[in-house]
């Protein structure tokens, strides 16, 4: 089992920026990291994913505003959102598909979420 600590969020203004972070820890040996956000009343939806081979995919509200990166530690992924909007406000969820050990198919793979992290962009 791989455990997912989210950290940043907050309240900002709009146009202002925010930094979340996400450290995956547990048994690794490669690893998708990426962000979902769930707003009230609305589906979760993909943010943002960096993936094993460095590949990153952004929804299309965030492109050019939103970057996503590794962190220095291994296993960590930092989410960079600037010229924040009203509708940027969600709860932020941490994802990470995670591949335990190689040459294992789908038995040697796994899925797990962070606890989520409010944004909140308000004037």
């Known amino acids: 089992q791989v455990q997912l600590v989210e950290s940043g969020g907050g309240l900002v203004q709009p146009g202002g920026s925010l930094r979340l972070s996400c450290a995956a820890s547990g048994n690794i040996y490669n690893i998708d990291m990426g962000w979902y956000r769930q707003a009230p009343g609305k589906q979760r939806e993909l943010v943002a994913m960096?993936?094993?081979?460095?590949?990153?995919d952004y929804a299309d509200s965030v492109r050019g505003r939103f970057t996503i990166s590794r962190g220095n530690a291994r296993n960590t992924v930092n989410l960079q959102m600037d010229n924040l909007k009203p509708e940027d406000t969600a709860v932020y969820y941490c994802?990470?598909?995670?591949?335990?050990?190689?040459?294992?198919?789908?038995?040697?793979?796994?899925?797990?979420w962070g606890q989520g992290t409010q944004v909140t962009v308000s004037s």
């Open positions: 994802h990470a598909k995670v591949i335990h050990y190689p040459f294992g198919g789908p038995e040697a793979e796994s899925r797990s």
């Open positions: 960096l993936k094993m081979d460095k590949s990153t």
